[in-house]
């Protein structure tokens, strides 16, 4: 699969609709493939050619563009205020209707080409979840849902009729809705129900289509699960919603035909003892003919024979597009994927706010974690997930060792750990937990391993040894660990007089264990996956693995000895380095303070003036003489996330608020820096580090979770190769 980029906007992107079945003619205009035949069958997806995208702003801007060519979009609509919520093309692809998030969340109807209103209407004081055109009225009529309301519109009078829940159904959130050959209309329920309209009354329910079970006083008990995507096809209507299952239903009786589940087909091994977490399903859309033919084979996709089906995507809350084979057996409606589940996913990523970011030290790897409490290992050169382990508890920071055999997490909760990798073909395969510490309450949001040191000519001295592990906090302290002494069990005494930090640790070894074991003789460790989320193989317990009991029984685990503590910041920490020598270290806070410390006790070195020419291993810290420059006025301290220096020390990074990217040339000082900015994050941008080769810079979005990588382009590239 290949990425292409609209970069028009200038805010976060908060809708989109995508038409099916448009072509641009000689005269440059677009219009229908024919025949149109029924608009549910998916005949046309691969001609698919328009997409309308709507931001959020003081002045929202809409832009309608070609996929085959989105550097230039078509055409830019305006009208709403604060952000667009919903859209949608007409079946003829000649209209556009769209939902504003003002007080009486607008509803317009656009003629797109002609780049002007065709109505303006108030839509609902409520707020509108949903716009969709019915493709088999042969007029213009549309149907909004949200809170508590379903709307039936039409377009050519510009008002619309409240729909009427009646005795059957009950007046709730409505996230969904989709329509049959007849006109009828179906829409998806909070309740987890599906109702189906007809004159603008409800007339058939069906209660209790999506559940997830969960336990109460050790029973588990079946509670409602929103229907988040809902959508007409020739085997039925398909479902999905919180409770991560794909049904499909008869449009008559609304009786299951068939079911699929996500979570268990698709969710990462959990760790022993724990749960698969769930993957909520919350948008559909489904092909068949020639197209879906390709598709389903190329996925590796068992097809039965003479039988009616296609290909459905699924796109989920936790950011993956799946597709998987649908077909019809005899009455019933069956769901497959790949057996191999990597092959049916199209894209995957952290499920939750992502921030912490490592690169490796040699090769193409680098590292996420996020607050799904999984780590993820991708490679640059194959734009892929290779590797991924569950952590257990939320992610912040990440840092991995020099010799790139361990890495360190920063958590919630004063949590540290470190995971001993094994590596198979330059690739890790499995992470066993080393150790856990908790001497703090809360979160660690960088951890940074000291470098291995050098000599005066930048060489790697012989036997030289990664000597600490710095830990910062936002308890405004950083702990500083020994990184050369094997992780200890804690002694008896700790354990007798039931010390504080002793039964935070245990308790928190127990969460990341799930009350299960790792590291023991012949088991998979951590639960982790090797390439292409095949499970890892069984691996021998070494010197480092521990085991860890049930969470009501003892547990056993190992924690890092601490050589010292920074104190002095007056806030939050923020961002650490280490000189190249690893002898000092460099910390930055909320309060805008710029620390330096003495290692291995953590003493503060109040001589700054001594410092001047002291060379930093990694410069990451938004504060400092060398990166004075990069603050434009009117911004604080908060405004600048991260910065990252180039291995070879030339150019600089900076990550921001605003969604930016900024490109420096490294010391950014004087008072007019120049400097290059890039735009595709929604706000904020939390991290960002160069590659090993200084070729790509990989950035990471916090609640936008998406991961980016970006390629050092033109006469800047040949300075950088030459400079190494």
Same mark, same amino acid.
């Given at each position: 699969?290949?990425?292409?980029?609209?970069?028009?906007?200038?805010?976060?992107?908060?809708?989109?609709?995508?038409?099916?079945?448009?072509?641009?003619?000689?005269?440059?205009?677009?219009?229908?493939?024919?025949?149109?035949?029924?608009?549910?069958?998916?005949?046309?997806?691969?001609?698919r050619?328009l997409?309308?995208?709507?931001?959020?702003?003081?002045?929202?801007?809409?832009?309608?563009?070609?996929?085959?060519?989105?550097?230039?979009?078509?055409?830019?609509?305006?009208?709403?205020?604060?952000?667009?919520?919903?859209?949608?093309?007409?079946?003829?692809?000649?209209?556009?209707?769209?939902?504003?998030?003002?007080?009486?969340?607008?509803?317009?109807?656009?003629?797109?080409?002609?780049?002007?209103q065709?109505?303006?209407?108030k839509?609902?004081?409520?707020?509108?979840?949903?716009?969709?055109?019915?493709?088999?009225?042969?007029?213009?009529?549309?149907?909004?849902?949200?809170?508590?309301?379903?709307?039936?519109?039409?377009?050519?009078?510009?008002?619309g009729?409240?729909?009427?829940?009646?005795?059957?159904?009950?007046?709730?959130?409505?996230?969904?809705?989709?329509?049959?050959?007849?006109?009828?209309?179906?829409?998806?329920?909070?309740?987890?129900?599906?109702?189906?309209?007809?004159?603008?009354?409800?007339?058939?329910?069906k209660?209790g289509?999506?559940?997830?079970?969960?336990k109460?006083?050790?029973?588990?008990?079946?509670?409602?699960?929103a229907?988040l995507?809902?959508?007409?096809?020739?085997?039925?209507?398909?479902?999905?919603?919180?409770?991560?299952?794909?049904?499909?239903?008869?449009?008559?009786?609304?009786?299951?035909?068939?079911?699929?589940?996500?979570?268990?087909s698709?969710?990462p091994?959990?760790?022993?003892?724990?749960?698969?977490?769930?993957?909520?399903?919350?948008?559909?859309?489904?092909?068949?003919?020639?197209?879906?033919?390709?598709?389903?084979?190329?996925?590796?996709?068992?097809?039965?024979?003479?039988?009616?089906?296609?290909?459905?995507?699924?796109?989920?809350?936790?950011?993956d597009i799946?597709?998987?084979?649908?077909?019809?057996?005899?009455?019933?409606?069956?769901?497959?994927?790949?057996?191999d589940?990597?092959?049916?996913?199209?894209?995957?990523?952290?499920?939750?706010?992502?921030?912490?970011?490592?690169?490796?030290?040699?090769?193409s790897?680098?590292?996420t974690?996020g607050?799904?409490?999984?780590?993820?290992c991708?490679?640059?050169?194959?734009?892929?997930?290779?590797?991924?382990?569950?952590?257990?508890?939320?992610?912040?920071?990440?840092?991995?060792?020099?010799k790139?055999?361990?890495?360190?997490?920063?958590?919630?909760?004063?949590?540290?750990?470190?995971?001993?990798?094994?590596?198979r073909?330059?690739?890790?395969?499995?992470?066993? $937990?080393?150790?856990?510490?908790? =001497?703090? &309450?809360? @979160?660690?949001?960088?951890?940074?391993?000291? +470098?291995?040191?050098? %000599? #005066?000519?930048?060489?790697?001295?012989?036997?030289?040894k990664?000597?600490? $592990?710095?830990?910062?906090?936002h =308890?405004? &302290?950083? @702990?500083?660990?020994?990184?050369?002494?094997e +992780?200890?069990?804690? %002694? #008896?005494?700790?354990?007798?007089?039931?010390?504080?930090?002793?039964?935070?640790?245990?308790?928190?070894?127990?969460?990341?264990?799930?009350?299960?074991?790792?590291?023991?003789?012949?088991?998979?460790?951590?639960?982790?996956?090797?390439?292409?989320?095949?499970?890892?193989?069984?691996?021998?317990?070494?010197?480092?693995?521990?085991?860890?009991?049930?969470?009501?029984?003892?547990?056993?685990?190992?924690?890092?000895?601490?050589?010292?503590?920074?104190?002095?910041?007056?806030?939050?920490?923020?961002?650490?380095?280490?000189?190249?020598?690893?002898?000092?270290?460099?910390?930055?806070?909320?309060?805008?303070?710029?620390?330096?410390?003495?290692?291995?006790?953590?003493?503060?070195?109040?001589q700054?003036?001594?410092?001047?020419?002291?060379?930093?291993?990694?410069f990451?810290?938004?504060?400092g003489?060398?990166?004075?420059?990069?603050?434009?006025?009117?911004?604080?301290?908060?405004?600048?996330?991260?910065?990252?220096?180039?291995?070879?020390?030339?150019?600089?990074?900076?990550?921001?608020d605003?969604?930016?990217?900024k490109?420096?040339?490294?010391?950014?000082?004087?008072?007019?820096?120049?400097?290059?900015?890039?735009?595709?994050?929604?706000?904020?941008v939390?991290?960002?580090?160069?590659?090993?080769?200084?070729?790509?810079?990989?950035?990471?979005?916090?609640?936008?979770?998406?991961?980016?990588?970006?390629?050092?382009?033109?006469?800047?590239?040949?300075?950088?190769?030459?400079?190494?």
């Open positions: 699969y290949k990425q292409r980029f609209m970069v028009a906007h200038d805010d976060d992107i908060t809708s989109m609709a995508l038409h099916e079945g448009m072509q641009r003619n000689a005269k440059g205009q677009w219009t229908r493939l024919a025949p149109s035949g029924n608009p549910g069958n998916g005949e046309n997806f691969g001609s050619a997409v309308a995208s709507g931001q959020m702003g003081k002045v929202p801007k809409i832009y309608v563009w070609d996929v085959d060519a989105p550097e230039e979009p078509l055409r830019e609509l305006h009208g709403h205020q604060r952000a667009v919520v919903a859209m949608d093309f007409s079946r003829d692809g000649k209209k556009l209707i769209s939902v504003g998030n003002d007080d009486g969340h607008t509803v317009i109807i656009y003629d797109w080409q002609k780049g002007c065709l109505s303006n209407s839509g609902h004081m409520a707020e509108i979840h949903s716009c969709v055109f019915n493709p088999y009225s042969p007029g213009l009529e549309f149907t909004t849902t949200g809170n508590k309301h379903v709307k039936f519109w039409d377009a050519s009078k510009g008002s009729q409240n729909g009427l829940f009646g005795k059957q159904g009950t007046t709730q959130q409505i996230y969904s809705v989709t329509f049959l050959p007849n006109g009828q209309a179906v829409t998806g329920q909070k309740d987890g129900s599906i109702y189906l309209w007809d004159g603008g009354a409800v007339v058939k329910v209660k289509a999506h559940a997830r079970k969960v109460q006083n050790q029973k588990e008990v079946a509670m409602p699960a229907i995507g809902i959508l007409s096809t020739p085997l039925g209507i398909v479902t999905t919603g919180e409770d991560s299952h794909v049904r499909v239903w008869d449009s008559s009786t609304l009786s299951k035909l068939g079911e699929f589940n996500i979570k268990e698709f969710a091994e959990p760790r022993p003892g724990g749960v698969r977490k769930r993957m909520p399903g919350h948008s559909l859309n489904y092909m068949a003919g020639k197209e879906c033919a390709a598709v389903v084979q190329k996925l590796g996709i068992a097809v039965k024979k003479s039988s009616d089906g296609g290909a459905l995507l699924v796109g989920t809350t936790s950011g799946l597709c998987l084979g649908m077909w019809k057996v005899g009455e019933q409606v069956e769901i497959v994927r790949n057996k589940p990597e092959e049916s996913r199209i894209m995957g990523g952290h499920a939750i706010m992502v921030r912490g970011l490592v690169t490796a030290h040699d090769g790897l680098f590292y974690c607050h799904d409490t999984y780590v993820r991708w490679d640059k050169e194959k734009k892929d997930l290779v590797f991924l382990f569950d952590c257990g508890i939320p992610a912040v920071g990440i840092d991995l060792h020099p790139g055999n361990i890495l360190a997490i920063g958590h919630v909760g004063g949590v540290v750990t470190t995971w001993d990798l094994t590596i073909d330059k690739v890790p395969i499995q992470a066993t $937990l080393r150790s856990v510490n908790a =001497d703090r &309450v809360e @979160d660690v949001d960088e951890v940074r391993f000291s +470098p291995l040191p050098v %000599d #005066e000519d930048g060489n790697l001295k012989p036997n030289g990664c000597l600490y $592990l710095a830990a910062a906090s =308890d405004s &302290v950083i @702990d500083i660990y020994s990184a050369v002494q +992780p200890q069990e804690p %002694d #008896e005494q700790m354990k007798a007089k039931k010390d504080p930090t002793y039964l935070r640790t245990l308790e928190m070894a127990r969460k990341v264990q799930g009350g299960g074991t790792l590291g023991m003789t012949g088991s998979v460790g951590s639960g982790g996956s090797s390439p292409r989320g095949k499970p890892a193989r069984p691996m021998t317990a070494s010197s480092s693995s521990m085991t860890l009991g049930s969470t009501a029984g003892p547990t056993k685990f190992r924690m890092m000895r601490r050589t010292g503590v920074c104190k002095g910041h007056s806030s939050y920490i923020t961002h650490i380095d280490f000189n190249k020598e690893g002898t000092l270290l460099q910390s930055t806070c909320g309060a805008n303070e710029l620390l330096n410390w003495i290692m291995p006790k953590g003493k503060q070195n109040p700054t003036k001594d410092l001047a020419g002291t060379e930093w291993a990694t990451t810290c938004i504060y003489w060398a990166v004075k420059s990069i603050w434009d006025e009117g911004m604080d301290g908060t405004d600048c996330n991260a910065v990252d220096r180039s291995k070879n020390e030339k150019l600089l990074v900076t990550a921001e605003t969604g930016l990217v490109l420096f040339r490294f010391p950014a000082v004087g008072g007019q820096q120049r400097f290059r900015s890039y735009v595709g994050h929604s706000s904020h939390m991290n960002i580090r160069f590659t090993n080769d200084d070729k790509n810079v990989i950035s990471v979005g916090g609640p936008d979770r998406a991961i980016f990588q970006w390629k050092i382009v033109n006469a800047l590239a040949d300075s950088l190769a030459a400079a190494r």
